[in-house]
């Protein structure tokens, strides 16, 4: 591990820190304008960053189930073609793309860096294949063990049933990757874009709408295709970083209890502490209340988060309140209140402006 000092007042750090977003819709982008890269929270936070410190990289990027790769107009760095079907694998069960083998399946992504660092699942035959800016067919590892020997082999100390591959791109510019299974299907999980930076902050924005807690704990500890393995191999990245935990909210509109919330959020902090990474917990702002779809409000929701936050000592950033007056305790008040000053979207995600105040709060808390 690459130790780092982070000190306060936006001075700089030593080394590269990663901070992985684990969340939903509220930050990935539901309220948000297109690209989500750059108009999410968490995209602000990068841009914003990067006008500290300089770019370190894309952060993973994830591939997306919940928007077809058929309609990718909310990430315009990624192209595919060919056949690609979506796999219930991958992140939250929920982010596996697999391409058909024949160098006409494709994922072509075009972003500025030096190496492109791809996770995929790992076949029982044929290898990958790839091309950086339309130049010669290399060869990537993408069967675990045996096989033919290719240009870029996997690497080290990650899960079995993962590869991850690091591919060299040049000089720093913009790199047009492309790549594809010969003899065997491709899935790729996600991929990350990384520049000549000796310190500074990767931000990655692993979140999908929809998703909930209970979904990222949900685990694969045998053949490594969805669950806690895969945080794990986010993990394993040569530096520091810290795992913001922010899923809750989808706990509160589905079924989950209060005991279920502390549960499932002890397995995700154990399971980020397991890893070496700093658990941080999050939730969002006041939603509007009439959202609710399970056993709780969403403030007796916050109250557990809280409550397990204080049993495992772990950092909770509470935003429930961050639109509204902190003496508040009414949650449509408290909606209101934000939803007046143009913050939401519609009842629970936040517009542009929204993402743009969760982003400025983040990086207050963070101290950078």
Not at 76 to 84: F, L
């Amino acid at each position: 591990m690459v130790s780092y000092t982070l000190t306060v007042g936006r001075r700089p750090i030593l080394g590269l820190r990663h901070f992985l977003v684990c969340s939903d819709s509220t930050a990935f982008g539901y309220g948000s304008s297109n690209p989500k890269q750059t108009n999410s929270w968490p995209g602000v936070l990068r841009t914003s960053l990067t006008g500290v410190y300089g770019s370190a990289g894309s952060g993973i990027v994830l591939f997306n189930n919940d928007l077809l790769p058929s309609d990718l107009a909310w990430d315009g760095r990624i192209a595919v073609a060919g056949t690609v079907t979506e796999q219930t694998l991958g992140w939250y069960r929920s982010a596996a793309w697999e391409f058909t083998a024949g160098s006409g399946n494709y994922v072509q992504i075009t972003e500025t860096g030096t190496e492109a660092i791809i996770t995929l699942l790992a076949t029982s035959a044929g290898i990958g294949q790839f091309t950086v800016d339309g130049g010669a067919t290399q060869s990537f590892r993408l069967m675990a063990t045996g096989g033919a020997t290719p240009d870029i082999d996997k690497e080290p100390g990650y899960p079995d049933g993962l590869i991850v591959v690091r591919i060299p791109l040049g000089t720093l510019g913009s790199h047009q990757l492309r790549l594809w299974g010969s003899g065997t299907t491709m899935t790729p999980l996600w991929w990350e874009y990384r520049r000549t930076l000796a310190r500074g902050f990767i931000v990655s924005n692993a979140s999908i709408s929809g998703k909930a807690m209970g979904q990222l704990i949900t685990s694969d500890e045998v053949t490594d295709t969805y669950g806690l393995p895969l945080l794990d191999a986010a993990m394993i990245q040569g530096m520091m970083g810290d795992v913001l935990l922010a899923l809750d909210t989808n706990e509160w509109t589905g079924t989950a209890t209060t005991a279920l919330v502390k549960s499932r959020l002890a397995t995700a902090i154990a399971r980020v502490r397991l890893g070496g990474y700093n658990p941080i917990v999050m939730v969002p702002p006041q939603p509007s209340p009439t959202l609710q779809g399970g056993s709780m409000t969403y403030t007796q929701m916050v109250t557990a988060v809280d409550e397990q936050c204080v049993t495992d000592s772990v950092t909770f950033w509470n935003l429930q309140k961050l639109w509204s007056d902190p003496s508040e305790t009414n949650e449509t008040t408290m909606f209101n209140a934000g939803n007046s000053q143009g913050m939401f979207f519609d009842l629970i995600h936040p517009s542009d402006k929204g993402a743009r105040s969760i982003a400025a709060r983040v990086q207050t808390l963070m101290g950078v």
